[in-house]
């Protein structure tokens, strides 16, 4: 993020000691011409997309998202690698690889962009589309990044195995929960598997863990209030506009089971996904 | 801000502010028409100055240990009878974190509302926060006053304060207001406010 150090000291700081502050937008911005509140989202898209590639980038380093074939480079991208002195097949690979660890994080920021005014549209209190998009833009930009980070570290780190092995099969007795409700016959790559224990975690991966399910409470915390400051809206509507960003996972694999048995095809792909990488 | 529209904001030096410290701890001081400091314009009445109380911080403190730390504690001994006893364990950590959070965030508010300010002068509502070597005031001049609210909670009800809001045209910081928190005898402070409103 762009500002002085101390800013972005305070920055980190208001994320974990007021997320309030975090997600409230002013509300002067948006009462404003068309197109002022155009510029406004312009620039509510340009700070996400910073922040989703400086989420990507370490990502890429530390090697996601570079397994497959990504082909011959385009002229551009050749143009550009001569220019800075780097392979182009490297820094192509690069690229797509970046893009990739982008794409899941996109994703889950669109889907809870459109549970989340979705939500507080029936509540028929909605401010308007800004307010959800700061809201969501802030709120996936620190918290559900951190999430992702989280899980991450869980599912690369070998020193806390037993911790990325409960959450993979957490993630996959999910998947296959809804499975076996809509009645499909189908299956994951993986097959269903079996039930981890967590009497052998370290202290490292119950920590992680602790402080994965902090940060989820700390994301739905921040979806609550920018519900509550940035559309007025009260408590229960509040929690109902964050109860479809929780049913969204739900929802999620739902069409994804749709979309399977509709092709034709045994296995779930866009829910098997979920599972081959962190969310 | 310098905009004649919208309340100012000025970093003060310590020699130019007011000092907090002059100012009886807790106890409000009200309508007795005493003269301004000479840091203050010579023709300002002072009808009200005080400092807030960090009571409600400290009520609000204790009972999330108390409460957060029963729940730790639970979760730790594995009260829900968990089949996976880690799984409980965990959570108790979390709990823990969210605590942890929660006080951080009340010992900050409790630091700044020591070094917290509150005026009405017969010109203005002013609050002044000192921090380190520098002051830092916001002041709502009379004319631009449009409306005065008060909230209390549940715990500010017991202590018998509450927050005081002035609003000069909306309900955003950014718009301009000046917020008396936790003020002691605040229904009083609102009444002083509303008769500066023009």
């Known amino acids: 993020m762009a500002g002085t150090p101390l800013s972005v000291v305070r920055y980190g700081f208001n994320a974990l000691f007021d997320p309030a502050d975090i997600v409230s937008g002013r509300r002067n911005q948006y009462a404003l011409t068309r197109r002022a509140k155009i510029r406004q989202a312009i620039r509510l898209s340009l700070f996400y997309f910073l922040n989703l590639f400086l989420y990507a980038v370490p990502l890429t380093y530390a090697g996601f998202?570079?397994?497959?074939t990504t082909g011959q480079p385009?002229?551009?991208?050749?143009?550009?690698?001569?220019?800075a002195g780097t392979n182009p097949e490297t820094t192509w690979q690069f690229l797509?690889?970046?893009?990739?660890?982008?794409?899941?994080?996109?994703?889950?920021?669109?889907?809870?962009?459109?549970?989340?005014?979705v939500g507080v549209f029936l509540t028929r209190n909605s401010l308007g589309v800004l307010q959800s998009m700061h809201t969501v833009v802030y709120s996936t930009g620190i918290y559900l990044a951190a999430i992702f980070s989280f899980v991450w570290y869980l599912s690369t780190s070998a020193d806390i195995a037993v911790a990325g092995d409960w959450l993979v099969w957490v993630q996959v007795e999910f998947i296959y929960a809804i499975i076996d409700l809509a009645g499909a016959n189908l299956v994951l790559p993986a097959g269903r598997v079996e039930p981890v224990s967590l009497a052998g975690v370290t202290l490292s991966g119950a920590f992680a863990l602790a402080a994965l399910a902090t940060m989820g409470g700390y994301y739905m915390y921040s979806l609550y209030l920018g519900a509550r400051i940035n559309h007025d809206l009260g408590r229960v509507s509040s929690c109902l506009a964050v109860g479809f960003v929780v049913a969204s996972p739900v929802l999620f694999v739902v069409g994804s089971i749709a979309g399977t048995v509709l092709s034709g095809s045994a296995v779930p792909a866009l829910a098997s996904s979920l599972v081959s990488i962190p969310l | 801000m310098t905009?004649?529209?919208q309340p100012t904001e000025t970093d003060a030096s310590a020699t130019d502010s007011l000092d907090p410290d002059s100012a009886p701890p807790d106890d409000p001081t009200l309508g007795d028409g005493s003269r301004a400091t000479s840091s203050e314009q010579s023709d300002e009445e002072v009808r009200y100055r005080a400092r807030p109380t960090i009571r409600p911080q400290l009520a609000w403190s204790a009972l999330t240990v108390i409460v957060g730390g029963a729940i730790a504690g639970a979760l730790?001994?594995?009260?829900?009878?968990?089949?996976?006893?880690?799984l409980s364990v965990i959570g108790g950590m979390a709990v823990v974190f969210v605590v942890v959070a929660i006080l951080g965030r009340?010992?900050?508010q409790m630091y700044v509302l020591r070094r917290t300010s509150y005026t009405i002068t017969s010109s203005a509502v002013r609050y002044e926060f000192s921090l380190w070597f520098r002051t830092r005031s916001r002041e709502v001049p009379r004319s631009k006053i449009r409306a005065c609210q008060h909230e209390r909670d549940r715990v500010q009800k017991v202590f018998g304060v509450g927050t005081v809001t002035v609003l000069t045209g909306g309900t955003n910081a950014s718009l301009g207001y000046v917020e008396f928190s936790n003020v002691p005898n605040s229904e009083a402070v609102r009444d002083v406010i509303r008769e500066q409103i023009p």
């Open chain 1, 65 to 68: 998202g570079t397994s497959g």
């Open chain 1, 74 to 83: 385009p002229a551009a991208v050749v143009g550009i690698a001569s220019v």
């Open chain 1, 96 to 117: 797509v690889a970046t893009a990739q660890n982008c794409t899941f994080l996109f994703l889950a920021s669109v889907l809870t962009f459109v549970t989340f005014h």
């Open chain 2, 3 to 5: 905009n004649s529209q």
């Open chain 2, 76 to 86: 730790f001994a594995n009260v829900l009878g968990l089949e996976d006893r880690q």
């Open chain 2, 106 to 108: 009340l010992v900050v």
